[in-house]
């Protein structure tokens, strides 16, 4: 009978393994960060001063108890609402935008410095359906302003981003650029696209 | 016969474990890394809803988090309709003005004014309690909130 021991496994590998693994995890876990809706409310005014503005100017959208839409005092599905509130906020009906290429609709809003977005909701409305909502106004402001920096950028330096990659390029501290430029290029797309959706209670 | 036998032990070699400590040590960082703590113990449901336009919220500043959602299980007695939860315990509509300044208080006083208020609302509940909260921090200027959501298209959101 033939004995024969086994030969020991060399495990002074095995660390090196262990650390290969650990380094894989380290560099492909991701951490979720909270992200949303960021919207600023109006403060509180002591001195109410009604503030006119024309009909045209506003477009008020209406969530009712039930989620159903009406956008302009017609019913309107969720689809639809990011082409209209774009329609609306591009209209430049005075001709004073001369960025914007819009119907220049009469009865629509002058330019989209003083377009408002007026968003109504009920108490019964579902806080998901409010969401989307907002979600479809945000991402019709967002599309104008990608369709503007798509036009700014290129003359200055900052080819094939949209405004949404230049928000995020100026947030990360890898980027290698000039920020000060893009900061100026960002402020001067807001300034031309301003966000003025206002909640009402 | 016995003039070839081996004079060692046949039995099997122990396994070697010299590398188990790496191995546990792989497994504790590995869980270290990917661990989210955890700020409040929520005792309410809180499915967020979904959108695609979401901006990321900035951890440099200070953040509060106000959740609402319907009592979890566990806490039937407290009712099926949507409340609001501040730290550890449900809360009064009336409470949020004390809680922002109690958070206020705790911050260095030049943060302050970048305080951001993170509202988890579940996606079930009413726009009635999130309206209350938005006046309430109107009233104690708390002015920049964040609705925070999920990540994902919002026509997931209606045929749930």
């Given at each position: ?35 949303g809706?960021n919207r600023k409310l109006p403060p509180i005014e ?125 947030k ?11 900061k100026?290029?960002?402020d ?14 | ?54 901006e990321k919220l900035d951890k440099k500043n200070p953040i509060s988090y106000i ?29 949020v003005q004390a809680f922002i300044n109690a958070e206020r208080a705790a911050l260095r006083e030049e943060l302050i004014p970048y305080l951001t208020v993170s509202l ?14 938005k006046?309430e921090l109107r009233k104690a200027n708390a002015l920049k909130i964040n ?14």
């Amino acid at each position: 009978m033939a004995k024969r021991a086994a030969p020991e496994v060399n495990a002074g590998s095995m660390a090196d393994i262990a650390f290969l693994l650990l380094i894989f995890f380290l560099v492909t876990t991701t951490i979720p960060k909270d992200s949303g809706l960021n919207r600023k409310l109006p403060p509180i005014e002591e001195n109410d001063e009604d503030v006119i503005i024309k009909e045209k100017n506003i477009f008020t959208v209406q969530v009712n108890s039930k989620d159903q839409l009406l956008v302009e005092d017609e019913i309107t599905e969720l689809q639809n609402v990011r082409d209209l509130a774009m329609a609306f906020l591009d209209n430049n009906g005075d001709g004073s935008c001369n960025y914007c290429q819009g119907a220049r609709d009469s009865k629509s809003s002058d330019n989209p410095d003083k377009a408002i977005i007026s968003l109504k909701n009920d108490r019964e409305t579902s806080y998901s359906m409010y969401i989307s909502v907002q979600n479809e106004l945000v991402a019709a402001y967002n599309e104008l302003r990608n369709r503007r920096a798509e036009q700014v950028g290129p003359k200055r330096g900052f080819k094939g981003l949209n405004f949404v990659e230049m928000e995020k390029a100026y947030k990360d501290p890898k980027f290698n650029g000039n920020k000060e430029k893009l900061k100026e290029v960002i402020d001067q797309i807001r300034n031309e696209y301003p966000e003025k959706l206002s909640e009402v209670q | 016969m016995s003039k070839f036998k081996s004079k060692k032990d046949n039995s099997l070699p122990a396994v070697n474990t010299a590398s188990l400590p790496d191995i546990v040590f792989m497994l504790l960082f590995f869980f270290m890394v990917v661990t989210v703590m955890r700020e409040d113990t929520l005792m309410i449901e809180n499915k967020l809803p979904l959108a695609d336009q979401v901006e990321k919220l900035d951890k440099k500043n200070p953040i509060s988090y106000i959740y609402m959602g319907k009592p979890a299980r566990g806490y039937e007695k407290f009712g099926t309709e949507a409340r609001l939860q501040l730290n550890d315990k449900f809360a009064q509509i009336s409470e949020v003005q004390a809680f922002i300044n109690a958070e206020r208080a705790a911050l260095r006083e030049e943060l302050i004014p970048y305080l951001t208020v993170s509202l988890k609302v579940d996606r079930e509940a009413n726009m009635g309690i999130v309206g209350d909260v938005k006046q309430e921090l109107r009233k104690a200027n708390a002015l920049k909130i964040n609705y925070t959501t999920g990540t994902g298209d919002v026509m997931n959101n209606i045929d749930r």
